[in-house]
Each structure stands twice: as C-alpha cells, then as structure tokens.
C-alpha cells in the first residue's frame, strides 16, 4: 500500500567468525555506516546468569558472529547500496 511504511527495525547478518565481524564493523564505521554488534545471550546476561549456570557455546558461537546492519524506515535505496557496497568491498 502506498500509504504505509516499514517498521522493521532489525537486519542482521552472520559472518564466518568474530573476528570478521569485528573487522567489517570497524570498517563499516570508518565509512559513517552504524553496524552494531547485537545480541548478548541471554544466559550470559546479569539476569540470565542468576538463574542458569548452563554452558551454550552454540549460542555464543553464533552471538559472536551476528551484526545487525543498520534500518530504519526512512532508509533509502542509495542507503542500502552504500552499506551493502562496503560489506562488498571488505568481504571480497
């Protein structure tokens, strides 16, 4: 419809390892571009810790790897094409 508009708020990827997301966050950053890291598992977080002494390492493996792109409604296709540009341009 012509009268609405998007209100997603989240857009992640997932790399091969940490290091790679960190590399390509840095870089992203130093083009103006706000890739964040973005999930703390919730059994390693304050709360989660009081109530399970369980290990996940799937779910920290993978934690480690997630960058959450930047979106927001007002994101426009020259935006999209500069932060994909800059995933391309380190990744390659």
Known sequence: MEDCVHNGHIFWITLNDK?????????????????????????????????????????????????RLPMFSEFSEHDVERVASGIRAHLS
């Open 19 to 67: 290091t790679t997301r960190d590399t390509l966050m840095s870089n992203l950053k130093s083009k103006g571009i706000n890739a964040v890291f973005h999930y703390i598992p919730l059994h390693n977080a304050l709360m989660g810790m009081r109530f399970s002494t369980r290990e996940l390492p799937v779910t920290e493996e993978y934690a480690a790897r997630v960058l």
